[in-house]
């Protein structure tokens, strides 16, 4: 089953005129939805943050999430447009606006589509992101948030683990956007093959790098981290005030932290 799963994300990807100019071969990993990591996640980030039985329950209510999987995927950004961004020092290039507006659009396609096709084949599905109880938050304690955040469905699955910029950083990189449903058909889960949250970090886990606090044009990342508060008003208020009317793109982001860095199309410490 994991192989038809894996081919239809592939499929659904080659054969949309949405992601012509946005993602390569995905990355696909599995989480069991009653891994414990998904109840700690309440301590780490917050109550806020719901489990996959929480979101599952809004769409089939009253019914129990007795065994199932969190599927998450990798859409790791194509070289064109990483290229294109990596020459940029204030602004995102064209390329990457459009990839963060069209491509989360994409994105969404793709969770819309997932979630049918595994409903198609029998199985209760719900993408959280899809979900009336998926929303954006501000806490006191993580700051911007939400109640479903699909790094860290992505960190479950063990597709790969956070770095400085609180970018995370997988296989292929950290130059990607991810997502996930929450499905009762029951997969093996993947194991994850690292001990701490940030191992994939060269900053973090040995002593070096520090290379995304550069490039960072607001300033945002620091060997303390990635202050969220700099990073959200340079894109809301430089970055869409520049680049909105210019590219014609509501949603543009920057990603000036992942290009150009060593952990841009790979892992770096392996
Ligand atoms: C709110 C939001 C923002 C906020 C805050 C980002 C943040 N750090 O959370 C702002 C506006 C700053 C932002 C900016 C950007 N965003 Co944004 N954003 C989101 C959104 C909507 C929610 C994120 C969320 O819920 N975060 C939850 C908090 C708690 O996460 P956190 O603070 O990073 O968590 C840290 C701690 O919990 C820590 N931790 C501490 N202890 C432990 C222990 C364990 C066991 C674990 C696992 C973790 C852990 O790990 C984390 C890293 O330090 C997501 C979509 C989604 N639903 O996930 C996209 C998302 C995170 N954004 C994304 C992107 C691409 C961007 C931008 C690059 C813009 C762009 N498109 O060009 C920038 C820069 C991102 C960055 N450096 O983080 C992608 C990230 C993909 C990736 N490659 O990492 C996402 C996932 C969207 C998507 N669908 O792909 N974003």
Known sequence: MKDIIENEIKRFLSENEENKF???TPLVGYADVKDPLFTKYKEIIGDFHLTPEEFFRTSYPGEDLTEGTVISWILPIKES?????????????????????????????????????????????????????????????VGYASSWSERHGAYACGLGTFGLSDGFITEKGIAHRCGSVVTELKLEPNTRGYESPYENCLFHSQDKCGACMKKCPAG?????????????????????????????????????????VPCEKKAPVH
């Open 22 to 24: 946005f993602a390569d």
């Open 81 to 141: 447009v990483r290229d294109t961004n990596r020459t940029q020092d204030l602004m995102p290039s064209k390329e990457w606006a459009h990839g963060r507006n069209f491509g989360e659009q994409f994105n969404k396609s793709l969770r819309e589509h997932m979630q049918e096709f595994l409903r198609d084949k029998g199985y209760k599905t719900i993408s959280p992101m899809l979900s009336e109880k998926w929303e954006r938050i501000k806490s006191d304690s």
């Open 220 to 260: 945002a990342i620091t060997k303390d981290g990635h202050d969220k508060d700099i990073c959200h008003d340079y894109i809301r208020e430089q970055v869409m005030a520049a680049v909105n009317e210019k590219y014609g793109v509501k949603m543009p982001g920057c990603g000036l932290c992942q290009v150009g």
